[in-house]
């Protein structure tokens, strides 16, 4: 049988790359994977210290099990440009830094110890998407992704695809494709028995079949009882391919239709507005060095705090973690190939068109994909290159749709999904005052076609709007208002699919981009994923039975906006209304804002002066008081939220996302840090420090002191190898210290 083990110990890292490494083992420096060639400051970084070439040793003993058999090290993810030596014999270069990769050793390990040289070169090679112009991101060099080391028989399964059909009856129906890995050329001959599983395995239906030097192909048909594969139920199933009785592969996948028309998407024949996010798959310190744990999470909260039914990879493939969260928790997916707005030369468009290959005919199998993007994010037309990556997507998987995402108007549309991003809501100048600025643009606008096509919006406000967790309130309050309005004109236009926004959360940027500390703060998160009040705008679109959302968006002091007024007054819910009470006053009623917001599932509660009278808060020289937010649905209170008029440093939170993390991996979980006043509010001024301590078998990711900012800061705590209680201790000046008990087994 093949064995696949993950190698995450052993391996040593060298801050420069020689000759010398490929024959010798060298001294260095001890590091698991995955692995951050440079760990950088969160703010005020200089990109330029990983855009180097590092290196990578380790060693393999030879094992007797190995002989007369293919032994290959796959490599999930290294940035940029990989080259791969065994016992001083160069087995392969790389040179995408989002897509696997495989070492065959085969032929060149020797009994005793076999030295295995990796070099990561970090530069921005001009030759290798996406580089060659500037990007709004950063490409953190390392091997900053899983290897494994797998050995197979001489003739092995490479490769499954499984295709659907008859999805929406119950006489379903699956073909498995499997394509098979002989690098010596050698006979073939043999069966191969391919079973429908559960996702637990249990066998459903199964056939043997003939394998050829094309690979084998089994097709299972009316498959009754069978559930599809549903955002609020995502089933799978898995397929699993056993060569001889020896060589197995699988694969999981779902039932599900997805299609893109000009009345919008449809999810298993019904109707779906897409509400979703960019992501970018970086973390602060770490960079993309980040394992299994990590990248769930993010799909996760993307999925149960942002409420979101799709993200989009921006820019780039992602985490096949990532992927798989999106699968097991209903989350759908754009993906699309590396690249923003640079298109290079010919060389540089061959290696693009692979990258459509390498994407595809890894991610083939996700029920959550339900796009591929082929096109360079925000790039100008280029009719034969985009015709060839086109014709790459639809050779590999006719089943999905293809996108390319642009921003500029009467862009040649060559793929299946008319896909943009519409950065038009802007503030609108001195000379269109009173005249209100369109949220989107119409389709055929934009399209420049005089009939309709599938339309998809990918991006909106972001770095049109960027706002800091320490922004004033008015400035936050028009982030809510600017992403409110995007989602509501998109829920109007039948045409459009959905509005994917700009984007989850912060992240670091070269210089050329972002605020002067070299973040981009275009996030409805801050960089450590906690909600800016923006995020809960897209919260609360949920349907009150999933959560009941009710959430202010105020500091809630007198002197924090023009005029020390604190109207209007945006109430983020998605109750059926909402009472304000000051102080003694009587309590103030106000309904969902139809009136701006009539296509929004759930529009925001706007206290103004309709409904308050500014005397009634208590006018400029009275007292300044406690306030209560209740929600009612169906005429019941279902939420309360208590404003302190004298907030106090009153607890200091501190929450760990898990208690009990994988020794054996590098795992890592996060903690979040929250400085609360009497009522559990975050206290946005206090930029107090936080000194931070872990003991045991962890290590904290990043610097031990922190400041908070807008009353948050956070960090993440990773394994070390070793089994153990870990221990977090927390404290600031004004409130105190915390402790966390986490454990690695």
Request: net charge negative; hydrophobic share 35%; glycine share 8%.
């Amino acid at each position: 049988m093949r064995t696949v083990t993950k190698l995450v110990s052993g391996w040593t890292f060298h801050t420069s790359f020689s000759s010398d490494l490929i024959t010798k083992a060298q001294p260095g420096t001890a590091v698991r994977l995955p692995h951050n060639a440079v760990d950088l400051e969160m703010t005020y970084l200089d990109e330029r210290s990983y855009q180097k070439e590092f290196g990578y040793q380790t060693t393999l003993a030879w094992q007797p099990a190995w002989a007369g058999r293919e032994v290959s090290l796959r490599f999930d993810g290294a940035m940029a440009d990989s080259v791969v030596w065994v016992n001083g014999t160069q087995v392969v270069a790389h040179k995408d830094g989002y897509t696997p990769f495989s070492a065959r050793l085969t032929g060149l390990l020797k009994e005793g110890d076999n030295l295995i040289t990796v070099k990561i070169d970090g530069s921005e090679n001009p030759e290798i998407p996406p580089f060659g112009g500037q990007i709004d991101y950063l490409t953190y060099a390392g091997i900053y992704r899983d290897v494994w080391l797998q050995v197979t028989d001489a003739v092995s399964v490479a490769n499954l695809k499984v295709e659907t059909s008859n999805e929406l009856t119950d006489a379903k129906g699956v073909v498995v494709k499997g394509f098979v890995a002989n690098p010596t050329n050698a006979p073939i001959s043999g069966k191969v028995l391919v079973e429908l599983c559960q996702v637990d395995g249990t066998v459903l239906q199964q056939q043997t079949v003939g394998i050829s030097a094309t690979g084998f192909e089994a097709t299972f048909e009316s498959l009754a009882g069978l559930k599809l594969w549903e955002l609020d139920a995502p089933q799978l199933y898995l397929v699993r391919a056993t060569l001889d009785n020896r060589d197995q592969l699988s694969t999981r996948f779902g039932f599900r239709t997805a299609c893109f028309t000009t009345e919008g998407f449809f999810l298993n024949g019904k109707h779906l507005k897409i509400r979703g996010l960019n992501r970018h798959q970086s973390y602060p310190y770490v960079g993309y060095a980040m394992g299994q744990r990590a990248q769930e999470k993010d799909a996760d909260v993307m999925k149960d705090v942002l409420k979101c039914n799709l993200v989009r990879t921006s820019h780039y493939p992602q985490s096949t973690y990532f992927l798989d969260r999106c699968d097991e928790i209903g989350l759908l997916v754009f993906e699309e190939i590396p690249g923003w707005q640079h298109i290079g030369g010919q060389a540089w468009q061959d290696e693009s068109v692979e990258n459509v290959r390498r994407m595809v005919e890894r991610d083939w199998n996700h029920p959550s994909i339900v796009i591929w993007g082929v096109r360079i994010n925000e790039s100008q037309d280029n009719h034969a290159f985009y015709t060839r990556t086109n014709a790459m997507a639809r050779s590999l998987d006719s089943t999905r749709q293809t996108g390319g995402v642009r921003y500029i108007e009467n862009s040649e549309l060559l793929e299946d999904v008319y896909t943009v991003n519409d950065f038009c809501h802007v503030a609108a100048p001195e000379w269109m005052k009173g005249i209100a600025p369109t949220p989107l643009r119409q389709p055929r606008q934009v399209t420049g076609l005089d009939h309709e096509v599938p339309y998809l919006v990918t991006e909106f406000n972001g770095h049109m709007y960027p706002t800091k967790r320490i922004d004033p309130e008015d400035r936050q309050a028009e982030h809510v208002s600017r992403h409110l309005d995007v989602l509501n004109k998109a829920y109007e236009n039948p045409v459009i699919s959905g509005a994917i926004g700009w984007c989850m959360y912060d992240y670091n940027t070269h210089k050329d981009f972002g605020a002067g500390d070299r973040i981009c703060h275009h996030g409805v998160m801050d960089i450590f994923r906690e909600p800016k009040f923006a995020a809960w705008g897209y919260t609360s679109q949920c349907s009150p039975a999933e959560q009941v959302v009710l959430e202010p968006v105020t500091y809630w002091a007198r002197g924090e906006k023009d005029r020390c007024e604190v109207l209007p007054l945006i109430v983020l819910t998605n109750c059926d209304y909402v009472e304000l009470k000051v102080g003694d006053f009587a309590a103030k009623r106000a309904e969902p804002d139809r009136e701006r917001y009539p296509h929004l599932p759930h529009a925001p509660v706007i206290f103004d002066s309709r409904h308050v009278n500014m005397n009634d808060l208590g006018a400029w020289g009275m007292l300044w008081r406690d306030a209560t937010v209740t929600g009612y649905l169906d005429g019941k209170a279902v939420a309360t939220v208590q404003l302190s008029g004298n907030p106090l440093p009153t607890t200091l939170q501190v929450q760990v996302d898990d208690t009990v993390l994988h020794a054996h991996e590098k795992d890592a979980t996060r903690v979040i840090v929250r400085a609360l006043d009497q009522a559990g509010r975050l206290l946005p001024f206090l930029d107090d420090v936080v000194q931070v301590q872990v003991s045991g078998a962890a290590k904290l990711l990043g610097p031990d002191t922190l400041t908070l900012k807008g009353g948050v800061t956070g960090f993440w705590v990773e394994t070390t190898g070793a089994v153990g209680d870990i221990t977090v201790r927390v404290s600031t000046r004004r409130m105190g210290e915390q402790l966390l008990a986490l454990r690695a087994e």
